[in-house]
Nanobody, 124 residues
């Protein structure tokens, strides 16, 4: 069992930066690959980024590639999402999730555990 708690969201102007954190409980955190997703009002939850359990491999949605960076610190049971050059279309609730080790990394159904989400609002 893994419990996840996101933090770091807020209101930022376009072009600004935010760093989201996701703190995990449970001794098995380091064995999970992790992902970030986001959900804008009226839209489905969408893949943002994924990182393997050792952090050696990352994947990004095309819409955030080159602007966002996912990382993790297994000693702190925390995964991060550094978001730079933010755009109004990045406005959404951001969720971290623990990957079940099967299925496509970009699919919501491939993740077993989810946090409650943190709101990111980018003003123009």
């Amino acid at each position: 069992q893994v419990q996840l708690l996101e933090s770091g969201g807020g209101l930022v102007q376009a072009g600004g930066s935010l760093r989201l954190s996701c703190a995990a409980s449970g001794r098995t955190f380091s064995s999970y690959a992790m992902g970030w997703f986001r959900q804008a009002p009226g839209k489905e939850r969408a893949f943002v980024a994924h990182i393997t359990w050792m952090g050696g491999i990352t994947y990004y949605a095309d819409s955030v590639k080159g602007r966002f960076a996912i990382s993790r610190d297994n000693a702190k049971n925390t995964v991060y999402l550094q978001m730079n050059s933010l755009k109004p279309e990045d406005t959404a609730v951001y969720y971290c999730a623990a990957y079940r080790s099967s299925g496509s990394y970009y699919r919501v159904s491939s993740y077993d555990y989810w946090g409650q989400g943190t709101q990111v609002t980018v003003s123009s």
